[in-house]
Nanobody
């Protein structure tokens, strides 16, 4: 059963913007905080940002703070990642999923990863 589905990636020039969308299952969306993660070429998957159920608490990795904004729409079971002022080092496959707020990794329940969405920042 598909639990998360990412979309919105693409190819942009440095300084450009992308808005990623995450459609989550009702179970995941209503019971867990949601995080965005990314995996760059040759790198481990890393934490990008999270948002709690109410949307009142957000947190960002240092590398994206001030440039990315995470938000959610509870009526649509969706979480978004607005990415501005993109840099080549932001190039990665972006994933969303339930997050363990303590470790900032995939939640201990280990829900399946989606396919992710590719964001490429290049001249």
């Amino acid at each position: 059963q598909v639990q998360v589905a990412e979309s919105g990636g693409g190819l942009v020039q440095p300084g450009g913007s992308l808005r990623l969308s995450c459609a989550a299952s009702e179970w995941i969306f209503n019971n867990y905080a949601i995080g965005w993660f990314r995996q760059a070429p040759g790198s481990e998957r890393e934490f990008v940002a999270y948002i709690t159920w109410s949307g009142a608490n957000t947190f960002y990795a240092h590398a994206v703070k001030g440039r990315f904004t995470i938000s959610r729409d509870n009526a649509k079971n969706s979480v978004y990642l607005q990415m501005n002022s993109l840099k080549p080092e932001d190039t990665a496959v972006y994933y969303c999923n339930a997050i363990n707020l303590g470790t900032r990794r995939l939640h201990d329940a280990f829900p399946p990863w989606g396919k992710g969405t590719q964001a490429t920042v290049s001249p």
